[in-house]
């Protein structure tokens, strides 16, 4: 998998502009960069080593920092430079995965949990914002639309069944008759309006986080990609180009992006590319039509077509995927046709940007969390719900290793399935899996 991780980097090296080191996007462009931290250098100790940047990594590293912990946080490139400073920013309820699969896979008492653990999850996200001050435009309530008749029925039962047994009553079903309550949008036949769920700008987030993380004392170090990690019985020692790092525990968060770089956990994950556009901003009555409760926004099909606006009016739209090592020549030709299927009073509206980002899904959509031979830890796979549970595997494994988590050993044990074939085949068979679904979107009701 390194051909990937390295094709992925050249590639936005070559489609966008850098600024900061960061490729361009609305999120880059409308977000208070911080100063470059400085690589990691010669030899050094730590109680931990994160390795990755995102909210995952910074998660872990501030609640630890917060512990009284010395910890580094190794991160390849910029904080927040991968799928943490590019995504939806859709701050969704539960697990990606509905609560009747989860009652199917796991049992009742453990979806339990794990609906507990998502809504958790959300409140986590509102706290660190609020104790940290974390200016990133948070607002609230979700709305996911059937895009197909045959996605109406399960989408209603799911609404019922967590109204009647999780009690959870800020969820709520929309028939066809009324959706032009909640947007302009052509195509749906029916909607669910979750005020439980938030929102918010994910760069600003992530250096937020980033920001907190050095106040609490974490050490962050940028353009430090690891290289080599050797695991002993009672340490690790983590290696750049230009350090040497000795830390008890090894914290690995690196998602779509880890490539090969610790191949006991990399089929656990397959990386895929998804695409946004940022249109130029909206005048008043259009931002009020497409969007009139400012909610966050989403479909049923596979590849999901998500979006919101942005503070000043812009919809932030996002829809389709590759599966492959290459972006889209032009990702807003690529991404445009999903966005004027729904809304095709926006045919003239410019698109001022369009970016893509790489995320990490597991076969079950459920995290993958872990710990390797006493001294590795993990968490990937947030499978396009990352924003909440990302912050949250973050903070289960810095409880885990301050003292014990039970809510760690609950997502640690769940049964997760590697993706088949090895290195080599795996990608070509989730290809194929991948596209069959994808094609299914575009066939009838
Ligand atoms: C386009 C897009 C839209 C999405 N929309 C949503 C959404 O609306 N809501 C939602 O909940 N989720 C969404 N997601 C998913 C969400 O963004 C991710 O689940 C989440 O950001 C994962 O965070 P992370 O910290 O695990 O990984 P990342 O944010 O990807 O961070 C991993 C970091 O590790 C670094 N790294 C990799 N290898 C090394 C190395 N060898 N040494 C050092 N550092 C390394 C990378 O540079 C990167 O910064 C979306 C993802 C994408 C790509």
Redesign the pocket.
């Known amino acids: 998998m390194v051909w990937h991780?390295a094709a992925i980097k050249r590639h936005n090296c070559i489609m966008s502009k850098f600024e900061n080191s960061y490729p361009s996007s609305w999120y880059v462009a409308s977000s208070p960069i911080l100063a470059e931290q400085p690589a990691a250098r010669g030899e050094m100790s730590f109680d931990v080593c994160v390795?990755?940047?995102?909210?995952?990594?910074l998660s872990c590293a501030l609640h630890l920092a917060k512990t009284g912990k010395s910890v580094a946080v190794?991160?390849?490139?910029r904080?927040?430079?991968?799928?943490?400073?590019?995504?939806?920013?859709?701050?969704?309820t539960g697990q990606r995965a509905d609560q009747h699969s989860l009652e199917k896979w796991y049992g009742k008492p453990t979806a339990r949990e794990l609906w507990r653990m998502g809504l958790d999850a959300v409140d986590l996200v509102s706290d660190l914002i609020k104790e940290h001050e974390i200016d990133c435009e948070l607002g609230k309530t979700n709305i996911h639309f059937a895009a197909k008749k045959s996605h109406v029925n399960e989408l209603r039962n799911e609404v019922d069944h967590l109204r009647t047994e999780y009690g959870y009553d800020l969820i709520r079903g929309v028939e066809s008759s009324s959706l032009e309550e909640l947007t302009s949008g052509k195509g749906f036949h029916y909607g669910v309006v979750d005020h439980g769920a938030r929102h918010l700008h994910?760069l600003k987030y992530c250096l937020g986080l980033a920001k907190a993380t050095m106040a609490a004392g974490a050490s962050v170090f940028e353009t430090?990609?690891?290289?080599n990690i050797v695991t002993r019985n009672d340490h690790a020692v983590v290696s750049t180009d230009k350090a040497t790092i000795r830390a008890h525990k090894v914290v690995l968060?690196?998602?779509?992006?880890?490539?090969n770089?610790f191949p006991p956990i990399a089929s656990n994950i397959m990386p895929i590319?998804?695409?946004?556009v940022a249109t130029e901003p909206l005048d008043e009555a259009t931002a009020r039509r497409v969007n009139p409760l400012n909610a966050s926004l989403s479909d049923s099909l596979f590849v999901i077509n998500?979006w919101k606006l942005s503070a000043d009016r812009r919809l932030i739209f996002?829809g389709g995927e590759t599966y492959s090592d290459k972006f889209p020549d032009s990702i807003r030709d690529f991404v445009r046709p999903k966005l004027l299927a729904i809304y095709p009073e926006l045919s003239d509206t410019r698109l001022d940007y369009g970016w893509?980002?790489?995320?990490a899904i597991t076969r079950n959509r459920m995290p993958d969390l872990g710990l390797h031979k006493g001294v590795v830890y993990y968490?990937?796979g947030?499978s396009?719900?990352?924003?909440?549970?990302?912050t949250m595997a973050g903070k289960l494994i810095a409880s885990a290793i301050d003292s014990a988590s039970d809510d760690f050993d609950l997502m640690s044990g769940l049964r997760t399935l590697k993706f088949p074939g090895g290195p080599l085949l795996r990608r070509p068979s989730l290809v194929a899996g991948m596209l069959f679904y994808s094609l299914r979107d575009r066939l009838g009701q």
């Open positions: 991780f390795v990755g940047g995102g909210y995952a990594g190794l991160e390849a490139e904080v927040g430079w991968g799928a943490s400073g590019r995504n939806g920013g859709h701050v969704g994910p430090s990609r690891v290289k968060t690196c998602n779509g992006y880890l490539g770089l590319n998804n695409f946004i998500y996002g893509g980002g790489t995320l968490a990937q947030f396009g719900h990352g924003v909440p549970t990302a």
